[in-house]
T-cell receptor, first 111, second 115 residues
C-alpha cells in the first residue's frame, strides 16, 4: 500500500536552532513530492515541488531535498513566525492530478 | 487577486440536514478538489474534478455529493448520510493541463459543525 509518513509528529525548537523534518514514502512511480505550510484554522500554503532524486529547492530559511525514499525540509535559524504544521504530499503515476498527504509535523519555534 | 474562496468560514447545522459548501476559483484552473481534515489526520480526498461536467470519487466519497457545472465553481454537499460530518473542509485547485506542474492551491477552508 502506498504510504506517506512524516516525522516527527511534533517538534519544538528555540529561535535559531536549525533542524530537519522528514517525509518518507513507500510508493511506486513517484511523479512529484510537494511541501506545504499550514497555519491553525487556515488552508495549506504551497511551498515546494520536487520531482527527482537529488533535487533541492530553497525559500528563505527553508530548503527541501529529495532522495529515492524520502524528502527533508531543512529549517535554518528558525524564527517564531516559522511555527506551523508542515505537510508533505506525493503524486503517483497513473493518478492524474491526485495527491496523497502525510499527517504533518507541528513545528513550534520559541524565543 | 487570483485565488480560491470558500464560504462560509464557519457553518453550523443540525443532524439530518443537508448542507452545501461553496468553492470558487479565479485562477483559470481546470482541476478542483475537496478534502476533509480531522485532528491528527492528514487531508483525505472526498471528490475531484479534472474538467467541467466530470468528477470522480476520492477516498472518502460516501455521504457527499458534488457538481461541476462551471469551471470556476465546485460546490460540495454534505448529506445526512454522512455519519461524522463535523470537520474542516478544504477546497483546492490545480492547473490540470498537460505539461503543467501539479501543485494544488488551497482555499481558506470551511469549518462545519453538526449537532
Amino acid at each position: 500500500e502506498d504510504q506517506v509518513t512524516q516525522s516527527p509528529e511534533a517538534l519544538r525548537l528555540q529561535e535559531g536552532e536549525s533542524s530537519s523534518l522528514n517525509c518518507s514514502y513507500t510508493v511506486s512511480g513517484l511523479r512529484g513530492l510537494f511541501w506545504y505550510r499550514q497555519d491553525p484554522g487556515k488552508g495549506p500554503e504551497f511551498l515546494f515541488t520536487l520531482y527527482s532524486a537529488g533535487e533541492e529547492k530553497e525559500k528563505e530559511r527553508l530548503k527541501a531535498t529529495l532522495t529515492k525514499k524520502e524528502s527533508f525540509l531543512h529549517i535554518t535559524a528558525p524564527k517564531p513566525e516559522d511555527s506551523a504544521t508542515y505537510l508533505c504530499a506525493v503524486r503517483l503515476s497513473g493518478t492524474a492530478s491526485k495527491l496523497t498527504f502525510g499527517t504533518g509535523t507541528r513545528l513550534q519555534v520559541t524565543l | 487577486d487570483g485565488g480560491i474562496t470558500q464560504s462560509p468560514k464557519y457553518l453550523f447545522r443540525k443532524e439530518g440536514q443537508n448542507v452545501t459548501l461553496s468553492c470558487e476559483q479565479n485562477l483559470n484552473h481546470d482541476a478542483m478538489y475537496w478534502y476533509r481534515q480531522d485532528p491528527g489526520q492528514g487531508l483525505r480526498l472526498i471528490y475531484y474534478s479534472q474538467i467541467v461536467n466530470d468528477f470522480q470519487k476520492g477516498d472518502i466519497a460516501e455521504g457527499y455529493s458534488v457538481s461541476r457545472e462551471k469551471k470556476e465553481s465546485f460546490p460540495l454537499t454534505v448529506t445526512s448520510a454522512q455519519k461524522n460530518p463535523t470537520a474542516f473542509y478544504l477546497c483546492a485547485s490545480s492547473s490540470g493541463r498537460q505539461g503543467a506542474t501539479y501543485e494544488q492551491y488551497f482555499g481558506p477552508g470551511t469549518r462545519l459543525t453538526v449537532t
